[in-house]
Every structure is written in structure tokens, then in C-alpha cells.
């Protein structure tokens, strides 16, 4: 269904939103126990279907689902109900000509790697050193992307990498990876931690457009699950807790609700982006657009500028991309534009020709494409000699 909003906003027609909610026994079903007319009328872009509940996915029964629905008050189910079975109908009527859409939905099917990840066994007497955000463990097991929940973490002196969730920008080799906060950015730790960090390996998701201001609902298989318990929210990232079991083949659900547009449907954003000296930062991946994703071309526009707001250093591009999970040397970048007086413009490191930051020359910014067996990845890399804040969005993406 795309971006939808749910939204306090009264323009000139009086915009709003009203919630409609019915509850109905199976024995007030028709057409075998199939039918069940609402006695509140809905707004298909935000109705939610509870069977004794547990929340029930709209489809039909060969893309997966349960019920379908028609027009504002006719709901179909693919199975038939039992007369004892209690249906619960919950939706959001929007009344919004200025923001007409309400709500952003985002599912997942658990894979075998994600719940063989999330299975792991807590890690101990790893170490981190800060100089390179690098963490070090033998046989770490660790791909782009994944995320990891550090437990504890005891420094050589001073203060290290502390409780929290990370996520894997590189992987140097078998013993080593390199990490970022959750939402990406560069560490900034003052020392060293030697065979003292303790962490678990967690499932996390990307929701491109999701801000920690917007309300969630989550679900798993249909239950709903606890904030800051069974689940915990990140600028465009929802983790789940290491005592929440999940196993191939379960559904996740994920509702957010906001109150202004973040980003249409089919492109990928992200604003505020602090990018450290000699370091870099994945913007995109193959998994942002879907699990499955192999190929991809699109439009991506890139800006940044000095982290000092008084300073007059920036750089706007736009560029071309072909992207190719596996194969690093068809992976492609082509400059359209680039305008701004930092370094020598906007680098390109394509064609199996980026593999980290170094590869940049110093004084520059860039952008460098790679792939592995796992997927393809876009990183914006800088080595100006100083901080920059930076934006992206990728636009017209053939997926």
C-alpha cells in the first residue's frame, strides 16, 4: 500500500482521521462461515482483521493470506470460522485531501539465515579496538549488516564501546569486522576493550522512512509484541530482542504510523548522515529493496557538506547505478552531475575497484559500489580531513 499517514494536520478542509472499531462472534458470518459484513465500515488502507487476537494477514490464500477485503464493509476469509471464534475489525478512516495516505506497512518472512543468526549463542572474550571501530573475535561468523547486541564491554582504561545495539559495516576477515551505530554513523570511543566485549547476535530489519518519533506495531505470526522488550526501535531499523524465538517461515509485521512524508514508495532515503575522516557509510544494500533482490538500477542523489554549519565546503551529485549481488566487476557507477568545492568532486569507485575507505584518494569524497555472495552494497566514503554531513535518496529503482 505504500506510505500512509495518520495525521493530526487540520488544513483548510478540516483534514482528520477517525478510528472505527466492531467486534463480531464467527456465528454472525455468511456464505459457510466465510463472510462477515462489519458493523463499522472501513478504510481499506488501514483496516486490521483480529481472529481470537492474533492479527491476521489481508490476501489471498495462495499469496499467503487470510481474508480479503471488498469496497467498506464486506470481509472475505480464505478459511472458513468457527461460530465461537471471536473477530475483532479495527481501522483508521482517513478524511485528508492534503495527506491522503496513513499508514507504512513492511513484512518479512523469517529465512533460515536469519533464524540460525538469531539462534546463536551468546559471544565472549571478544575485543575492540578504537582506533578502527574494528571488533575482533575468532570465527566471528559476522556479514554486512548483521547487527549485534554488545552485553557488556570492560575497557583498558577510560571508557570503550558501550551497551548497545551495532551493526557491521565491513568485514576485514574471519576475526575482524568494523561497526557503526545502529543507524550507521561512525563510533567515537576514547579506548581500547581487551577480550572483555560480550554480545549476542540479534535479527534487526531495515524499515527505510521509519523515524524513532512514529508510533509501531509489530507483530510476529500475529501477536503483537512489547516495545523495549520484545523489541526495540532505531532510526529505519527494528531489532528484535535475543529472548524473542523466531524460526524460518515465521511472518513479521510491521505498522508505523507518522504524521508527515518521509519517503514514496519505491525510493530510499536518509538525511543527517555524519560521516567521520577516513571513514564510511552503507547507504544502500541489495536486502533495502527486498530479500530476494539480485539486481538493481537506479537514480541516486547524493549530497554533504562540512559537520561545521558556518563552514561553506559542500557537494551535490547525481548519479547512475547498476548494482549486482556476487559480482563486483558488473557493478557500475556513472556520474551525471556534481557541483561544490570539496576535494577534486565526487570520486567513483566501481567495477571491483572498492573494498575500504583507503581505496579513496585523501582529500576526497566518494562513492564505492561491491558485492559479495551475500548482496551488493553502496557506501559514501570520506577522506575530505574532516567531518561532513551528508544525504542520499535513490529514485526510479528497477528493483
Given at each position: 500500500m505504500g506510505i500512509k499517514f495518520i495525521s493530526g494536520f487540520r488544513g483548510l478542509d478540516n483534514a482528520k482521521q477517525h478510528l472505527r472499531r466492531s467486534t463480531h462472534l464467527g456465528s454472525e458470518t455468511t456464505s459457510s462461515s466465510t463472510v462477515l459484513s462489519p458493523s463499522e465500515a472501513f478504510d481499506q488502507q488501514a483496516c486490521f482483521?483480529?481472529?481470537?487476537?492474533?492479527?491476521?494477514?489481508?490476501?489471498?490464500?495462495?499469496?499467503?493470506?487470510?481474508y480479503v477485503l471488498s469496497g467498506t464493509s464486506t470481509i472475505t476469509f480464505n478459511t472458513a470460522v468457527a461460530d465461537t471464534?471471536?473477530?475483532?475489525?479495527?481501522?483508521?478512516?482517513?478524511?485528508?485531501?492534503?495527506?491522503?495516505?496513513?499508514?507504512?506497512?513492511?513484512?518479512?518472512?523469517?529465512?533460515?539465515?536469519?533464524?540460525?543468526?538469531?539462534?546463536?549463542a551468546r559471544v565472549t572474550n571478544g575485543d575492540f579496538t578504537t582506533a578502527t571501530d574494528t571488533l575482533i573475535k575468532g570465527s566471528h561468523g559476522l556479514v554486512v549488516g548483521d547487527v549485534i547486541n554488545v552485553i557488556s564491554a570492560t575497557a583498558t582504561s577510560g571508557t570503550t564501546i558501550t551497551a548497545g545495539r551495532y551493526k557491521v559495516l565491513t568485514v576485514t576477515d574471519a576475526g575482524n569486522v568494523v561497526l557503526t551505530?545502529?543507524?550507521?554513523?561512525?563510533?567515537?570511543?576514547?579506548?581500547n576493550s581487551d577480550a572483555d566485549v560480550t554480545y549476542d547476535v540479534v535479527f534487526s530489519i531495515s524499515v527505510p522512512g521509519l523515524a524513532v518519533v512514529n508510533h509501531v506495531m509489530l507483530y510476529l505470526n500475529g501477536m503483537l509484541l512489547v516495545e523495549n522488550t520484545d523489541y526495540f526501535r532505531d532510526q529505519q531499523q527494528i531489532t528484535l530482542d535475543k529472548t524473542v524465538n523466531i524460526a524460518t517461515g515465521h511472518q513479521l509485521a510491521i505498522r508505523s504510523f507518522g504524521s508527515f512524508a518521509l519517503e514514496r514508495e519505491a525510493e530510499k532515503q536518509g538525511t543527517g548522515i555524519t560521516i567521520v575522516d577516513d571513514a564510511q557509510n552503507l547507504i544502500l544494500r541489495n536486502t533495502d529493496l527486498s530479500a530476494s533482490n539480485v539486481t538493481a538500477t537506479f537514480h541516486l542523489q547524493i549530497s554533504y557538506r562540512h559537520v561545521t554549519a558556518t563552514n561553506d565546503s559542500y557537494q551535490i551529485a547525481n548519479l547512475f547505478v547498476r548494482a549486482e549481488k556476487a559480482v563486483p566487476a558488473d557493478c557500475y557507477i556513472h556520474i551525471i552531475s556534481d557541483a561544490g568545492n570539496i576535494g577534486a568532486g565526487l570520486e567513483i569507485l566501481d567495477e571491483d575497484a572498492y573494498s575500504a575507505a583507503s581505496d579513496l584518494t585523501d582529500g576526497n569524497v566518494g562513492v564505492g559500489i561491491t558485492a559479495d555472495a551475500n548482496g551488493w552494497y553502496v557506501y559514501l566514503v570520506n577522506r575530505a580531513g574532516f567531518s561532513v554531513v551528508a544525504g542520499f535518496k535513490a529514485t526510479a529503482i528497477s528493483g
Open positions: 482483521v483480529y481472529l481470537n487476537g492474533a492479527m491476521l494477514r489481508e490476501g489471498t490464500s495462495g499469496a499467503g493470506g487470510d471464534d471471536v473477530i475483532e475489525v479495527i481501522s483508521y478512516a482517513f478524511q485528508n485531501p492534503t495527506l491522503p495516505q496513513t499508514l507504512k506497512e513492511v513484512d518479512h518472512v523469517v529465512t533460515a539465515t536469519n533464524s540460525a543468526a538469531h539462534a546463536t551505530d545502529i543507524d550507521g554513523t561512525a563510533l567515537a570511543f576514547a579506548n
